[in-house]
């Protein structure tokens, strides 16, 4: 009897010995398991991109992929001149890994904000590598209005893909094969507006809208460009202008001007009314999207839908016999 209980009194203390060892070692598999875990998480976290107008929005969602996840802070029929952030977006701008904006003013209200926030987070502008010698300037103003010329534009992509691999180097491969589908597509749809915009003739190859927003597509794809308001639509304009603009009218027999999304029509209409009652025919062409994109669920609420239904409108208003290209 003192032999058996002396063997199972040592097999009882062998099992109480193994019971710690056991618990250690599914308490360090547990952890190495959630370490493991986590790391792929990080791995394919997305980075969390703001941006102040949805044009910028869209470069990085097409340049990010799946990799980031993009809030724009300016939606449809959005005037980014007179925006004023709120308490909501500067919330969102704080919890943001990357922020994009445009820059040369257009959020004239904002800046100050994004150059605190720049020194202790990543903030860029899409516009500030731009060499000088390709902006336009009115006055002392330089034209923010830089995504109406695809060919600048393009480079306002190329920042964003320095910018998504100095951020995240790991996935610098998918963002470069993602920008150049993307910016291909951009050359690609930069010489289709040349060929449409060849298609009008060229006396009235004249582009009148309510504000100077199209200064750079003019330049770029051989149209004048004439707005009621300076580049800013909190710019103010006189009875000396509208004189100004009935005369261009008159003299090139123009056909149609046009309104803008994100401005309030009511200038353009007071200019087609006196246009009409002097005896000349002009008509509103249609509504081009300047400082914004339209909704999400239309074709115009990409970049490219929006370029295209600009071109098509311009078009098909100052020369009727050209059917659109979609």
Not at 192 to 205: D, F, H
Not at 253 to 265: D, H, L, R, T
Not at 292 to 306: C, D, I, L, N, Q
Request: aromatic share 8%; with cysteine.
């Amino acid at each position: 009897m003192n032999t058996v209980h002396a063997t199972h009194t040592k097999l009882n203390s062998r099992m109480n010995t193994r019971k710690p060892c056991s618990l250690t070692t599914f308490l360090v598999k547990a952890l190495i398991t959630a370490a493991l875990s986590l790391m792929v998480t990080l791995s394919h976290a997305q980075l969390q991109v703001v941006t102040t107008t949805g044009m910028i929005a869209d470069l990085v969602k097409n340049i990010g992929g799946n990799q980031v996840s993009v809030r724009a802070l300016m939606g449809t029929g959005v005037d980014p001149h007179l925006y004023k952030a709120t308490q909501g977006d500067l919330r969102r701008l704080v919890k943001a890994d990357i922020i994009f904006y445009n820059g040369l003013h257009l959020e004239g209200k904002m800046q100050d904000i994004f150059r605190k926030m720049a020194r202790k987070k990543a903030v860029f502008a899409v516009s500030s590598l731009l060499p000088k010698s390709t902006l336009l300037h009115h006055g002392s103003y330089p034209d923010p209005h830089i995504w109406f010329d695809l060919s600048l534009w393009h480079k306002a992509g190329e920042r964003v893909l320095a910018v998504l691999i100095q951020q995240d180097p790991a996935h610098a491969e998918l963002y470069q094969q993602n920008a150049q589908t993307y910016l291909q597509e951009m050359a690609e749809l930069h010489h289709w507006i040349k060929s449409q915009v060849a298609t009008i003739p060229k006396s009235q190859r004249i582009l009148i809208t309510a504000h100077d927003a199209f200064g750079y597509f003019g330049r770029a794809y051989g149209m004048e460009v004439k707005g009621l308001q300076g580049v800013s639509t909190a710019s103010e304009f006189g009875l000396q202008d509208i004189k100004h603009l009935k005369e261009i009218i008159v003299r090139y027999q123009i056909k149609a001007v046009f309104v803008e999304s994100s401005v309030s029509p009511r200038f353009i209409q007071s200019l087609v009314a006196g246009v009409n009652a002097e005896g000349h025919t002009l008509t509103i062409g249609g509504a081009l999207f300047s400082d914004a994109m339209g909704r999400k669920e239309t074709p115009e609420g990409s970049y490219f839908g929006m370029v295209r239904h600009n071109v098509n409108t311009i078009v098909n208003a100052l020369n009727p016999t050209s059917a659109p290209v979609p």
